[in-house]
């Protein structure tokens, strides 16, 4: 950032990551007119016109606007950006000169040091950056607190080329990779959870443009929620590219499965029928492969074993870039993109969980599990998916208000979907404790002349069930904000009428 707040955003100096500068000639120009491009992209979305100058070691972008824009750090093939002044030059006093005006304010009272470096062209560059280091910095001195080369308060930052200076005071650090899209697309499944959402977000980063297939074990709440994590991913990372989240229903195919298949191996079949249906999706999208937030070893389904017989499903590749990854290493990435907390949430819902699932299925038992499937209900769900924008997409245009409450009354039924744990650590009064598989199996036989409140960990799951009990003709809401939401609500109006 330059001393000049008020015109710092007017040029930002933007420097290739190191997969661009190395590069041969033709791939370099490629990849840089596509990072340009993202750029432009990207501050358009923030409303700003700009002009993007290319040159064979860095990019400039000129833009008008009264603050620096993040949106340029977050553009895949982006090492750092800078937002800069840029002054004519021809002479070192011209340099100092210039750096004595920007940066007198900034030292006063400060310890401070000066960092000079010459580019482009440097035989053309009648200086060295050690002249402009002592030359400046002593024209700086008398201003300020003292030099401090290792801790300064204030960094001087000068770049010379050829007939112009840059000063700034900071290089912000960006995503680096490659820009989005120089290496075509791919189809990425996603939960909602933290996982998948890491897993998009590196392949964004290797310049893969995605589309997202969410296959909907979970109804209108689940879907939700993954569309919000998606749309973050979308909206802060995505610039160039206008991702589609194609939302499948597989309420039909996990009920088939679930009738005809061996419990043991329900999540490997299930998985397996998730790849085919992302594979569907990614021949009428031209991808060239499919993408999972699977690590080994993290859950039943994604042990060694059973990823092998898992990855036959399909003749397109699968990448899996979490695939060595602690959970630890993926929540950090989480909150570095900003999808933690979307994801907390989500991450919560889990579907089809045997007791005693296996670990290491045989591709010929799995093979003789599959034939007994209604292999119509994939494709007929796969065609008749809802398919969302997700940078044009408005999130609380799809809020179902009506299917969550904030209150309970006194003449309601409350269900308690937690386990049995959580229900002894704290529960609503006089509510009923059921498990959520009971519950989904159970509610047809519920008293229809009873009102129902359903609460969770976290409202996805009592949202899920309410939808479901709704759809029957009951009459049920889900608790607005999950367990945690219900006890500050309850515990609160319990200190208020003492």
């Keep these: 950032m330059s001393a000049t707040p008020a015109s710092a955003a007017r040029l930002a100096l933007v420097r290739y990551s190191g997969d661009l500068t190395t590069k041969a000639r033709p791939t370099r120009q490629r990849f840089t007119r596509r990072l340009a491009y993202n750029i432009k992209d990207a501050l358009r979305q923030e409303g700003l016109r700009s002009r993007v100058e290319r040159r064979h070691d860095r990019l400039f972008v000129r833009f008008d606007a009264p603050a620096a824009p993040a949106s340029i750090g977050r553009v895949f093939g982006v090492q750092s950006v800078s937002f800069v002044e840029e002054r004519p030059w021809s002479t070192l006093d011209d340099i100092v000169r210039h750096g004595v005006e920007l940066f007198a304010h900034a030292v006063a009272g400060r310890r401070f040091a000066v ?34 080369l290792e801790h300064p308060d204030v960094r001087v930052q000068v770049e ?88 499948v229903d597989f309420e039909g195919v996990s009920a088939d499965l679930q009738e005809k298949v061996t419990t043991r191996y329900w999540q490997v079949v299930l998985k397996r029928l998730m790849l085919r249906a992302a594979e569907q ?143 002894r650590a704290w529960h609503y009064p006089d509510a009923l404790r059921l498990d959520f598989a009971d519950a989904m199996r159970a509610f047809p036989s519920f008293d229809r002349g009873q009102r129902y409140v359903l609460y969770c960990e976290f409202g996805l799951k009592s949202a899920h069930l309410a939808e479901r009990m709704r759809a029957s003709g009951l009459d049920a809401a889900s608790f607005k904000g999950g367990s945690t939401a219900l006890r500050r609500r309850t515990e609160g109006a319990s200190q208020e009428s003492r």
Excluded at 119 to 148: M, N
Excluded at 161 to 181: C, K, M, Q, S, T
Excluded at 200 to 205: D, E, H, R, S
């Design 281 to 423: 999706v990614g021949v009428e999208r031209n991808a060239r492969a499919l993408v999972t937030g699977e690590a080994i070893g993290q859950v039943s389904s994604q042990t060694l074993g059973n990823l092998a017989v898992i990855s036959q499903a399909t003749t397109l590749p699968i990448l899996r870039p979490l695939v060595g990854y602690n959970k630890d290493e993926i929540l950090d990435v989480a909150r570095a993109i900003g999808t933690f907390e979307a994801s907390k949430v989500v991450g919560e819902y889990c579907a089809l969980v045997p007791s005693k699932p296996a670990t290491n299925a045989s591709l010929d038992a799995i093979l003789a599990q599959e034939p007994r499937l209604d292999a119509a209900l994939l494709e007929r769900a796969v065609a008749q998916r809802s398919i969302f924008d997700l940078r044009a997409l408005d999130l609380e245009a799809l809020d179902d208000p009506s299917l969550q409450v904030g209150q309970i009354d006194d003449d309601v039924t409350v269900i308690d979907l937690r386990s049995q744990a959580a229900y």
């Design 160 to 247: 010379i080329a050829p007939g112009y200076v840059h000063y700034f005071r900071e290089a912000i650090r960006g995503p680096g990779g490659l820009p989005l899209g120089v290496e075509g697309r791919a189809v990425a499944l996603v939960s909602g959870g933290f996982d998948s959402a890491v897993a998009a977000w590196q392949l964004l980063k290797r310049g893969v443009a995605l589309d997202y297939v969410f296959c909907n074990l979970g109804g209108r709440a689940h879907q939700h929620g993954t569309l919000r994590v998606m749309k973050r991913i979308a909206d802060a990372w995505s610039y160039g590219t206008s991702p589609r989240f194609h939302a």
């Design 115 to 148: 960092r000079a470096r010459r580019v482009g062209e440097r035989d053309r560059i009648a200086t060295t950056s050690a002249d402009v280091q002592r030359s400046l910095g002593a024209a700086l001195a008398g201003r300020a607190a003292g030099v401090d």
